[in-house]
């Protein structure tokens, strides 16, 4: 299951020169791949159904134990094949959609780059492996949206998505490593026979919840459920395939795959049916009033993809079973509805629902393909969204909460009704309405493309015994509790639930009779959407600017001053902090009496230290802090460290030449700072080389581990030929090191340099 | 007392530099080394430019101090890569002996050059912030 992912990844870098060689037909022939691919892994049905299932394993960090593992189930199955198939039928329509465009390469590249990405999420067996193509989705998905980056509203859309995927993505990585350690291992197969571990485990809560989170805000739920709106900045292909078919159901797939391990608890079913049923809510009641299609079948998408966390959380066979059934129906007449809204902007110039009507008689192929993707939308037998609305409805009345939950899913799915009817009885029936040109159908590499998940759809729910439980059984039993799944049938005579499907419809009717009004309350009452779900978004951006602002104002001040000050209370703040709760004081021992000689170079240092702080003359501090150089020079070479002493000597020598020169530019000595704030700077002062002290003292005591020291002077002779261990050290044993430090030496005087002389070739700016 | 200065810094630079060198070469045995050789050097070229100017000192040194910076690095780098010629790891020292006539047998390893690089760098940090902050 590499071979797959990593040939559609090279596809992808080949894609620019594929569309420059043959720019006619590059989205065609780019397409064969995810079509043998969906032929490849279709191969795997019959292992699959006989409840078999391949894996495959690759080393990847063998010293950390990471493994890149993949595991080919049902449910990863059911996946694969909407990535591979969607991604095929995608490729082909943007060839005649986009073809013409000059970053065309680009965007077959970013395709296909997150169709191996998806590709990875749901065939990865280790968690780790699952997290790092998870975010490799998010990145191209990003890049997709901000296709278009020179308009700005492609890339706040862009960003949006990033910014709250990437937050959830990491709060899902918390939680899988979590889980991971909890039940001993990162393999997701392994994982799903250790849920009984993972359910009692006392932290149970946090990681569920964790990683719930990564899986909502990926599926656009409430109240994350924003970014998909914005999302519509992107070219309309991409809102097919990747925020309507797959990879906003990749929080879905996780969900799905987690399911038995941290499924089938309260705290599980709650949170999910909550969250699910808000969303499908939310996302229903705005659709219909939305002008923009586009928008519109976001909102739609919103609210299917709340139907499918909500099913997940009902602890119920039948509700996996519908989750999956409505899954694969909704990616089928979304996926088309995008494509023909794509159609209708090319064909007519504009996706506005209130310009757009008559255009059947113009584009009577792009309405054969709304037709029947719109009725399996509403869920006219006998398409798949007919079957997909009954197993819903079906397994919201086997709810334990059914009354209040048949009330949110009859409400919704009356408003997605009347959604469905804006996108396809509007624009196609009706009055035709002024158009910027003359309207014309879409070329048969545009319609023939969008017909195939449409016609899939049509197909799917007239066979379903053929076509749809090959795919949803086998993923059932990688979910659900072990039921044997119910038949799906589209007639099962006058139930309850066909009561309510033909209620729902027929409340959707006149839903869409009020769409104006609807448009008004909604044109009137806009402003009101900062205060709703989605309306935390802006806030914590602008706060998150504000944060940054502040506190970068209040550190990086410009004045040497204050970063010595600060620094300075840092380091003692922190390290005495430390000192003062978890050394005990050293006490002062003295090996033997100090000489003579050592006690007066010890009164220069100090003296020549006083002097220097409290002069008003700059040459007078710079000479006295050369004693205190030269005099703890000599007190290193007392000490037996004449290689110290040596560079002591050296480099005070040199930085009083170059402080001389510094002091030149220098304006004259001004006192700037009040006697308040200069004896806060003594204090500090103090406290920090009295923290220096103590810690110095305390480190003589302290011995972790046995001396460095003592194997690098056994070493020197033998191993480095050499007997003066310092320069060993420095040029041999830890040369590295000295590398670092010379670059950063040279890095520094060339900085130096560069800013003298900017300094004097802009005078003004001095 | 320029003249003095200058008089002295004749006699005396040439001293440095000599010492300098030796700082180096003993480096690897006794007190010294690439960074004290490359500080007294660096030390004598600042008496020279005080004494007489910065255009004087550039004549003398002829190398600009950005070369000298970026041939250090290069040296110090060099050192390192040729362990990588023998199979070893990175900046594994190598060594070897060499008999000269008059010196008998010399020890030549690969943290000489290091040393040298070391020394180069040092050279160039302190002439380029130097003669940057005495020029104009």
């Known amino acids: 299951m590499l071979i797959p992912v990593v040939s559609v990844l090279a596809l992808a870098v080949l894609a620019p020169g594929v569309h420059r060689l043959a720019p006619r037909t590059a989205g065609l022939l780019l397409a064969l791949l995810p079509v043998g691919l969906t032929l490849h892994f279709a191969r795997f049905l019959p292992t699959v159904t006989a409840g078999g299932s391949v894996s495959e394993r690759h080393d990847w960090v063998p010293a950390l134990g990471v493994q890149l593992s993949f595991h080919l189930d049902g449910l990863a199955l059911l996946f694969t094949l909407l990535v591979t198939g969607m991604g095929a039928v995608v490729l082909a329509f943007s060839n005649d959609y986009l073809g013409h465009h000059r970053g065309a390469g680009r965007f077959y590249a970013l395709l296909l780059l997150f169709m191996a990405s998806m590709l990875g999420v749901v065939l990865a067996d280790n968690a780790l492996g699952l997290f790092v193509f998870w975010e490799l989705t998010t990145i191209s998905s990003f890049l997709l949206i901000g296709f278009d980056h020179e308009r700005e509203e492609a890339r706040a859309g862009a960003q949006e998505a990033l910014l709250i995927t990437t937050l959830g993505g990491l709060a899902m990585l918390a939680g899988l490593l979590l889980l991971g350690e909890a039940a001993d291992t990162s393999e997701l197969s392994t994982l799903r026979t250790r849920g009984e571990l993972v359910r009692a485990h006392p932290r149970y809560l946090a990681f569920m919840l964790l990683v719930v989170v990564g899986a909502l805000s990926k599926s656009a739920q409430v109240p994350f459920h924003r970014w998909l709106l914005s999302a519509m900045a992107a070219p309309t292909p991409v809102s097919a395939y990747l925020h309507s078919a797959t990879m906003v159901n990749a929080g879905i797939y996780l969900l799905a795959r987690l399911t038995p391990v941290l499924g089938g608890t309260t705290e599980w079913s709650a949170t999910l049916t909550t969250v699910g049923a808000a969303t499908m809510l939310t996302g229903a009641l705005v659709a219909p009033a939305q002008h923009d299609l586009k928008r519109l079948l976001a909102s739609s998408t919103i609210s299917a993809l709340g139907a499918l966390t909500m099913l997940l959380g009902i602890p119920h066979a039948a509700a996996t079973q519908a989750a999956l059934v409505l899954l694969l129906a909704h990616a089928l007449y979304k996926g088309a509805l995008f494509l023909v809204v794509g159609m209708v902007d090319h064909g007519a110039g504009s996706r506005d629902a209130r310009e757009l009507g008559g255009l059947r008689a113009f584009m009577p192929r792009t309405t054969l393909v709304a037709v029947t993707a719109g009725l399996s939308m509403v869920g006219v037998p006998p398409l798949l969204g007919f079957l997909g609305k009954e197993s819903l409805l079906d397994a919201v009345l086997r709810a334990p909460w059914w009354g209040l939950l048949v009330t949110v899913v009859a409400a919704a799915k009356m408003f997605d009704v009347a959604a469905a009817l804006v996108v396809v009885v509007d624009p196609f029936f009706g009055r035709s309405g002024p158009t910027a040109h003359a309207p014309h159908d879409a070329s048969p590499a545009l319609w023939l493309t969008a017909l195939v998940p449409a016609a899939g759809g049509l197909a799917a729910g007239a066979l379903p015994g053929m076509l749809v439980e090959p795919w949803v059984l086998p993923a059932l039993r990688n979910v659900g509790p072990h039921v044997e799944p119910a038949p799906l049938e589209l007639w099962h005579g006058f139930t309850s639930t066909l009561a309510l499907s033909v209620a729902t419809v027929a409340g959707g009717v006149l839903v869409w009779r009020q769409v104006p009004a609807l448009r008004d309350l909604r044109a009137r009452w806009g402003g009101m959407a900062k205060w709703g779900p989605g309306g935390w978004y802006p806030l914590a951006l602008r706060g998150v600017f504000w944060l940054a602002r502040t506190q970068t104002r209040a550190l990086q001040t410009g004045r040497l001053r204050s970063y010595v000050f600060l620094t300075a209370l840092a380091a003692v703040g922190l390290v005495g902090g430390a000192a003062l709760t978890r050394v005990s004081a050293p006490p002062l021992t003295v090996s033997r009496p100090l000489l003579p000689h050592e006690v007066v170079t010890s009164l220069l240092l100090l003296s020549g230290a006083v002097f220097a702080a409290t002069t008003t003359s700059r040459q007078s501090a710079l000479a006295s802090l050369a004693v205190v150089g030269l005099a703890a020079s000599l007190l290193f070479t007392f000490f037996g460290a004449p290689d110290l002493g040596i560079t002591q000597v050296l480099v005070d020598i040199l930085t009083v030449i170059m402080l001389l020169l510094a002091f030149r530019r220098l304006p004259g000595f001004h006192k700037l700072t009040s006697l308040a704030s200069r004896l806060r700077d003594v204090a500090i002062s103090l406290a920090l080389g009295g923290v220096v002290a103590v810690l110095l003292l305390a480190a003589q005591r302290i011995q972790v581990a046995p001396a460095i020291s003592s194997g690098m002077v056994a070493r020197s002779v033998p191993e480095a030929h050499g007997r003066n261990v310092v320069n060993v050290i420095l040029v041999d044993f830890r040369a590295l090191d000295t590398l670092g430090e010379i670059t950063v030496l040279a890095l520094a005087a060339v900085g130096v340099h560069g800013l003298v002389k900017l300094r004097t070739r802009m005078p003004g700016r001095a | ?136």
């Not at chain 2, 180096?24 to 010294?32: A, E, F, V, Y």
């Not at chain 2, 080394?33 to 550039?58: E, I, P, Q, W």
């Not at chain 2, 060099?78 to 008998?104: C, Y």
């Open chain 2, 1 to 136: 007392m320029n003249v003095i200065l200058r008089a002295a810094t004749r006699f005396v630079l040439p001293l440095l530099l000599l010492y300098s060198v030796v700082l180096l070469l003993r480096g690897h045995h006794h007190p010294g080394g690439g960074f004290a050789g490359g500080l007294v050097a660096s030390a004598g070229f600042a008496l020279h430019a005080l004494a007489f100017d910065v255009a004087h000192t550039h004549r003398l040194v002829r190398v600009s101090a950005r070369r000298l910076l970026g041939a250090g690095l290069l040296t110090a780098l060099a050192s390192g890569m040729l362990a990588l010629f023998r199979g070893r790891a990175f900046l594994t020292s190598q060594w070897t002996t060499v008999r000269v006539p008059g010196l008998g047998a010399v020890e030549l390893g690969t943290p000489m050059l290091f040393d040298l690089g070391v020394y180069l760098v040092v050279v160039g940090v302190t002439l380029l912030i130097v003669m940057t902050l005495m020029e104009d």
